[in-house]
Nanobody, 124 residues
């Protein structure tokens, strides 16, 4: 089993940057695909980015492509989401998730373990 805990959220002005971290427990972290999802008030949860277990395969939602970068450090059991050029519409609770798929996946059904989330608020 894997437990994941997100950190790094906060309040930032439009155009600013934030880096989210997701620390995972368990010796098998390196075998899990890791994903980032977000949920804004009154909206459904949506895919943001994902990275395969090796780090060689990544995927991004069109809305964040070119602005966000997902990466992982298996030695530290941590995955990161570097967010730049933030917009007010990026405001949401960001969740990290671990799944057993071989490749980065956009489907929330591929992820077995979810964190509680970290709030990101972008002011205009």
């Amino acid at each position: 089993q894997v437990q994941v805990v997100e950190s790094g959220g906060g309040l930032v002005q439009a155009g600013g940057s934030l880096r989210l971290s997701c620390a995972a427990s368990g010796r098998t972290f390196g075998y899990y695909t890791m994903g980032w999802f977000r949920q804004a008030p009154g909206k459904e949860r949506e895919f943001v980015a994902a990275v395969s277990w090796s780090g060689s395969n990544t995927d991004y939602a069109d809305s964040v492509k070119g602005r966000f970068t997902v990466s992982r450090d298996n030695a530290k059991n941590t995955v990161y989401l570097q967010m730049t050029s933030l917009k007010p519409e990026d405001t949401a609770v960001y969740h990290c998730a671990a799944g057993r798929g071989a490749y980065a996946s956009r489907s929330s059904q591929m992820y077995d373990y979810w964190g509680q989330g970290t709030q990101v608020t972008v002011s205009s």
